[in-house]
């Protein structure tokens, strides 16, 4: 530990490599509720849809400033991962933008242009928030598998983008039933009674297929004392899952008491998965080919970075937990007045 | 064609799209908070009217910004990794501060500058408003730190074939900075004054007759007729500078191809069609010496001529000239039309009186002049897109000036696989300008006809939907608008 700290050309891509997690961490929890919100549009009907919109209407552009971020630091602290991983995974980049573009705008259009193009815009939200969670979703898949294009990797893909985009919907499903009441509440509740199947299955999907794809994280799982203190991490996810189960059976309830175990137990279930996969590939960045410390910028560069990040960093996450508490309790009609 | 000269396309397309959205919400964020604060100290309701309208016109082009960059941000990873893998030491930490300082900065407080009106205090609202202008500002200043650095870079040495920063200052406040700052965020401020001034000249020939579309128009007109001076003295110092480091790029501009006999100066070229293949200008209109007064500030200064970047062995080392000659004098005409209609319409304006005898009334104004508003009220966009060509096309073949060529920046990926992607971005950039322009038209129809908007909980009044969506009433002039 001692040499890692003396060392800035060790403890700095760590910190960066943290850093760029985190904002990854964050950004699909937070961006994975407004899209799955999204996802779930063609099964609201049209008051349900603005009700729904309001309910992320003030968030979802600083949740989405959370992949900028994470590309950023990807980008500047890793420069050469960067071009490497966006040049192999260049169409599904470019299908989330797209994505993502779509998405954005219609959270705009569909209040401002004229009502009769209202549902076009309504689709045009649903398609982006899924071409978005889908294209994530087989950029999860083809990491996993390395960048590698093969039949059976892009299958995989294939597989992780339907579960990823199973993973959003249950996400937004959870912060609407957290945000609504009445009868979009019980939709809710049913949407997430339906997730919590695919939310089962991807992860474990995504669990026993990368030690099998690779055997150093095979190595890293099941050796001795390894899957002793890794242990926890399946457990504490079977518990969480068996207290969304036990959750959602009892919502919606009278005095709307746990409306926000749902998200509070996907949340955790997000961030262990997330740990999960962290340890697998550390300390790869390209999986197999790059370490976090062949592909780090220069440890100057990144020290001016990380003065800004920490002076920043805390102000960042006071005006998010401001905009939370002004726009906190069920959503309401949004309205400029 | 190729994958290099398709990358850069599709890269222009995107950058090309994106910057018209941060030049309208540059300025239009500053503007905001000028109305909030007009509103507060005045008590008047008609700037609160106005910040509605503008704060809806906001929120859509900051969107549309947002999401366009992110485009970019991602797109440096997929086409040009030699951009980051050479210069990546310098531009990295310019566009983490971008990302830390900025972007959070105008997301955390957009949603409270939007929706917070009645959740939140009268201060803290006038607040947000300021953080996000702010926020929009910053973004600009290191996003053009970065331009600049481009440029004219600084304050860096090449180790390897890498650069690795050596002064911080330098590399902020290098040479052409200043310049290229001052002239954006005044082109954001034109093009939101003549933006608004075309919109609610817009309005007023809708019919509608509030006090608060004639504050607009008032505002929109005086606010060009400032900045628009300002900006060609700021634009003239940039092309000085320009001049001074990359002298290649302003023969381009001017069309200077060979040196003129001593004594003679460098004539303005008005017009005229660059030949590459002669090396020359054909139909050329000039007037002798104007070249030397405007750039060298004197009667016979000289400048380098194009002809002085071929190599010994034909190796051309300046821009290509026709885009950069047609792209500069259409930024320069627009900027003339900018100046003679904000001073027709101040001066009108200042000597005429309205019907009650008021001062400074847009009764003033006669049909014409607000026709020509609403013709000039996209014409920020036209300039800003000239501007950009012209110096960006001017830099070529570098992407970083003496460092790093284009050509040496694009990724290897296949022709057929950016081809189809930027037929993907074409198309949904065509159909998304296209629906923006529509509904900036239809929201000041809307307001003129005091047509509720649907809110983002939407008008949960079904009789209302009945009246939207059956046959719209004929447009009533002399409409006010009612308070939303």
Not at chain 2, 272 to 286: G, I
Not at chain 2, 351 to 380: D, N
């Amino acid at each position: 530990m001692a040499e890692i700290l003396a060392d800035p050309a060790l403890w700095l891509p760590l910190t960066f490599a943290g850093l760029m997690g985190l904002s990854i961490l964050i950004y699909v929890v937070l961006d994975g509720f407004d899209l799955g919100v999204g996802l779930l549009f063609p099964f609201a009907d049209e008051a349900e849809k603005d009700r729904m919109v309001a309910s992320i209407g003030p968030f979802w552009d600083a949740n989405e400033t959370w992949l900028v971020m994470a590309v950023g630091l990807l980008l500047v602290a890793f420069p050469v991962a960067h071009g490497a991983i966006l040049t192999a995974l260049y169409l599904p980049v470019a299908v989330m933008l797209v994505g993502l573009i779509l998405r954005g705008v219609a959270f705009e259009f569909r209040v401002k242009a004229p009502l009769r193009y209202k549902r076009g815009w309504d689709f045009a939200f649903f398609l982006g928030s899924a071409l978005t969670s889908l294209s994530q979703g087989f950029m999860l898949g083809m990491y996993i598998m390395g960048l590698d294009a093969t039949s059976a990797t892009l299958a995989f893909s294939a597989v992780t983008a339907v579960f990823l985009t199973v993973g959003y919907s249950f996400i937004g499903a959870a912060w609407l039933i957290g945000k609504t009441e009445g009868a979009l509440q019980d939709k809710a509740v049913e949407w997430a009674r339906g997730g919590i199947w695919g939310l089962l299955l991807g992860i474990g999907a995504i669990s026993v297929a990368s030690p099998l794809v690779s055997p150093r994280i095979f190595e890293r799982w099941f050796s001795w004392p390894e899957i002793l203190w890794l242990s926890p991490l399946p457990i504490l996810s079977a518990a969480l899952l068996l207290a969304l189960w036990g959750a959602l059976r009892r919502l919606p309830s009278a005095d709307d008491r746990g409306a926000w175990v749902p998200f509070s137990c996907g949340t955790g279930l997000f961030v262990l998965a997330f740990f999960g996969m962290a340890y697998s590939f550390y300390p790869y960045v390209v999986p197999e080919q790059l370490t976090i410390f062949e592909a780090a910028s220069a440890p100057e560069s990144l020290m001016i970075i990380l003065v800004g990040a920490i002076v920043v960093m805390p102000m960042i996450a006071a005006y998010t937990v401001l905009a939370y508490v002004v726009f906190r309790g069920k959503a309401t009609d949004l309205r400029y007045d | 064609m190729d994958t290099l000269l398709l990358s850069r396309i599709q890269f222009g397309a995107n950058i090309s799209f994106h910057i018209l959205f941060p030049t309208i919400t540059i300025a239009l964020g500053w503007v905001l908070l000028w109305f909030k604060l007009r509103y507060n100290a005045t008590g008047d309701f008609k700037w609160m009217e106005a910040y509605r309208f503008w704060v809806k016109v906001f929120a859509l082009s900051f969107a549309l910004g947002v999401v366009s960059g992110i485009t970019m941000s991602f797109q440096f990873g997929t086409n040009w990794p030699g951009f980051m893998e050479t210069v990546g030491n310098v531009a990295g930490p310019l566009l983490a501060y971008e990302v830390l300082t900025a972007f959070f900065l105008e997301a955390g407080f957009l949603g409270i500058m939007l929706f917070g009106f009645s959740r939140v205090p009268g201060w803290l609202h006038t607040f947000a408003t300021f953080l996000v202008a702010f926020g929009t500002t910053l973004s600009a200043f290191w996003i053009l730190v970065l331009n600049s650095w481009m440029h004219t870079p600084a304050g860096f040495e090449l180790r390897d074939g890498v650069v690795h920063a050596t002064d911080w200052l330098e590399i902020i406040f290098n040479p052409s900075m200043p310049y290229r700052l001052l002239h954006m965020l005044l082109a954001s401020g034109l093009t939101v004054a003549f933006l608004i001034a075309g919109i609610s000249a817009l309005r007023l020939l809708f019919g509608d007759r509030s006090r608060s579309v004639a504050a607009t128009l008032r505002f929109g007109a005086v606010m060009g007729a400032v900045l628009i001076p300002v900006q060609i003295l700021v634009g003239d110092m940039h092309g000085i500078n320009t001049l001074e480091h990359q002298p290649a790029k302003v023969a381009a501009m001017e069309g200077h191809w060979e040196q003129y006999p001593e004594g003679e100066g460098v004539p303005l070229v008005l017009f005229a069609l660059p030949n590459a293949e002669t090396r020359d200008n054909d139909y050329e209109v000039k007037i002798p010496h104007l070249g030397s007064l405007v750039l060298t500030h004197s009667w016979d200064g000289t400048i380098p001529a194009l002809d002085e970047f071929v190599a010994e062995d034909g190796t051309v080392t300046h821009p290509p000239v026709a885009p950069v000659f047609y792209s500069f004098r259409i930024m320069v005409a627009t900027g003339m039309a900018m100046l003679l209609l904000s001073w027709t319409a101040v001066a009108l304006m200042a000597r005429r009186r309205g019907p009650e005898g008021a001062r400074w009334s847009v009764e003033a104004l006669p049909r014409w002049v607000l026709y020509a508003f609403v013709a000039m009220a996209l014409s920020g966009w036209v300039a800003v897109l000239a501007g950009w060509y012209t110096t960006e096309i001017g830099r070529q073949p570098w992407l970083v000036h003496g460092v790093l060529t284009t050509a040496q920046a694009v990724a290897e990926v296949p022709a057929p696989m950016v081809l189809s992607t930027l037929i993907a971005y074409l198309a949904v950039y065509a159909v998304l300008t296209g629906a923006y322009v529509a509904v900036l038209i239809y929201l000041a129809w809307a307001a003129t006809h005091g047509k509720p908007l649907p809110t983002r909980g939407g008008t949960a009044d079904p009789v209302e939907r009945a009246v939207e969506t059956a046959a719209r009433p004929a447009a009533r002039p002399g409409a006010t608008t009612p308070a939303e």
